[in-house]
Protein backbone atom coordinates (compact mmCIF):
# COMPACT_ATOMS: atom_id res chain seq x y z
CA UNK A 1 0.00 0.00 0.00
CA UNK A 2 1.21 3.23 -0.98
CA UNK A 3 -1.07 6.23 -0.13
CA UNK A 4 1.55 8.36 0.93
CA UNK A 5 0.27 8.54 4.63
CA UNK A 6 -0.66 6.14 7.32
CA UNK A 7 -3.55 4.11 7.32
CA UNK A 8 -6.44 5.00 9.78
CA UNK A 9 -7.48 2.18 12.06
CA UNK A 10 -5.01 -0.29 10.28
CA UNK A 11 -5.55 -2.77 13.38
CA UNK A 12 -8.27 -3.83 11.08
CA UNK A 13 -5.79 -5.64 8.87
CA UNK A 14 -4.83 -8.02 11.49
CA UNK A 15 -8.22 -8.86 11.70
CA UNK A 16 -9.38 -9.32 8.67
CA UNK A 17 -5.61 -11.76 7.96
CA UNK A 18 -5.47 -13.34 6.30
CA UNK A 19 -7.84 -12.00 3.85
CA UNK A 20 -6.20 -10.57 0.44
CA UNK A 21 -6.86 -6.86 0.99
CA UNK A 22 -6.64 -4.19 -1.84
CA UNK A 23 -6.48 -0.55 -0.22
CA UNK A 24 -7.49 2.38 -2.60
CA UNK A 25 -8.21 6.30 -1.66
CA UNK A 26 -11.49 7.25 -2.32
CA UNK A 27 -13.03 11.02 -1.44
CA UNK A 28 -10.11 10.89 0.69
CA UNK A 29 -10.94 8.15 3.35
CA UNK A 30 -8.94 4.77 2.59
CA UNK A 31 -11.47 2.17 1.50
CA UNK A 32 -10.73 -2.01 1.44
CA UNK A 33 -11.63 -4.32 -0.99
CA UNK A 34 -12.02 -8.30 -0.54
CA UNK A 35 -12.39 -10.04 -3.81
CA UNK A 36 -12.90 -6.61 -6.13
CA UNK A 37 -15.89 -5.68 -3.25
CA UNK A 38 -15.78 -2.75 -0.97
CA UNK A 39 -16.29 -3.82 1.82
CA UNK A 40 -15.12 -0.42 4.87
CA UNK A 41 -13.66 2.63 4.40
CA UNK A 42 -11.54 4.07 7.12
CA UNK A 43 -11.38 7.72 7.74
CA UNK A 44 -9.85 10.04 10.84
CA UNK A 45 -9.78 13.62 9.80
CA UNK A 46 -9.60 16.63 11.27
CA UNK A 47 -13.18 17.98 10.22
CA UNK A 48 -16.16 16.38 10.59
CA UNK A 49 -15.25 14.34 13.91
CA UNK A 50 -18.71 12.45 14.38
CA UNK A 51 -17.62 10.83 10.69
CA UNK A 52 -14.69 9.43 11.66
CA UNK A 53 -14.46 5.67 11.94
CA UNK A 54 -15.11 2.32 10.51
CA UNK A 55 -17.69 2.76 7.35
CA UNK A 56 -19.54 -0.28 6.37
CA UNK A 57 -20.47 -1.11 2.54
CA UNK A 58 -24.04 -2.39 2.52
CA UNK A 59 -27.63 -1.53 1.77
CA UNK A 60 -30.40 -0.12 3.37
CA UNK A 61 -32.20 -3.41 3.54
CA UNK A 62 -29.23 -4.78 5.77
CA UNK A 63 -29.36 -2.04 7.98
CA UNK A 64 -31.68 -3.72 11.13
CA UNK A 65 -30.37 -6.84 11.25
CA UNK A 66 -26.79 -5.51 11.08
CA UNK A 67 -27.76 -3.23 14.36
CA UNK A 68 -28.50 -6.33 16.02
CA UNK A 69 -25.22 -7.28 16.03
CA UNK A 70 -23.32 -4.36 16.22
CA UNK A 71 -25.97 -2.06 18.23
CA UNK A 72 -23.79 1.16 18.18
CA UNK A 73 -23.64 1.64 14.19
CA UNK A 74 -25.60 4.28 12.39
CA UNK A 75 -26.04 6.08 9.43
CA UNK A 76 -22.83 8.51 8.14
CA UNK A 77 -23.79 12.26 9.18
CA UNK A 78 -20.96 13.54 6.73
CA UNK A 79 -22.87 11.83 3.59
CA UNK A 80 -26.22 14.01 4.70
CA UNK A 81 -29.61 13.77 6.44
CA UNK A 82 -31.19 9.91 6.18
CA UNK A 83 -30.26 6.51 5.05
CA UNK A 84 -27.30 5.45 3.02
CA UNK A 85 -26.12 2.27 1.66
CA UNK A 86 -23.26 3.01 4.35
CA UNK A 87 -23.16 2.44 7.93
CA UNK A 88 -20.41 3.78 10.34
CA UNK A 89 -19.14 2.44 13.36
CA UNK A 90 -17.68 5.83 15.27
CA UNK A 91 -14.07 5.76 16.37
CA UNK A 92 -15.27 7.87 19.67
CA UNK A 93 -17.45 4.83 20.53
CA UNK A 94 -17.22 2.96 24.14
CA UNK A 95 -17.23 -0.33 22.05
CA UNK A 96 -15.19 0.83 18.53
CA UNK A 97 -12.07 -1.66 18.62
CA UNK A 98 -14.43 -4.59 20.04
CA UNK A 99 -17.19 -3.83 17.72
CA UNK A 100 -14.49 -3.34 15.08
CA UNK A 101 -13.11 -6.82 15.66
CA UNK A 102 -16.89 -8.41 15.26
CA UNK A 103 -17.02 -6.50 11.63
CA UNK A 104 -13.87 -8.11 10.79
CA UNK A 105 -14.91 -11.43 11.09
CA UNK A 106 -17.91 -10.92 9.81
CA UNK A 107 -15.82 -10.11 6.57
CA UNK A 108 -13.73 -12.99 6.81
CA UNK A 109 -16.93 -15.27 7.13
CA UNK A 110 -18.33 -13.73 4.35
CA UNK A 111 -21.41 -12.55 5.73
CA UNK A 112 -23.84 -11.01 2.41
CA UNK A 113 -24.41 -7.88 4.57
CA UNK A 114 -21.34 -6.56 4.11
CA UNK A 115 -19.76 -5.71 1.24
CA UNK A 116 -20.72 -3.94 -2.28
CA UNK A 117 -19.18 -4.67 -5.95
CA UNK A 118 -18.84 -0.80 -7.23
CA UNK A 119 -20.46 -0.22 -10.53
CA UNK A 120 -18.13 0.18 -13.17
CA UNK A 121 -17.80 3.45 -14.46
CA UNK A 122 -18.26 4.02 -18.15
CA UNK A 123 -15.73 5.18 -20.50
CA UNK A 124 -16.52 8.49 -22.49
CA UNK A 125 -16.55 8.34 -25.91
CA UNK A 126 -15.45 11.06 -27.75
Known amino acids: MSLGKKLPFDFVLDYLYPLEIEIKSMFGVSTLYVHHKIVLALRDKP ?7 IWIATSKDHHESLRKDLPSITSIPLLGDGETGWQI ?3 ADAYFEEQAIKICEMIKNN ?3 IGKIP ?3 KKKSN
Open 119 to 121: KIK
Open 111 to 113: DPR
Open 47 to 53: QALESNG
Open 89 to 91: LSS
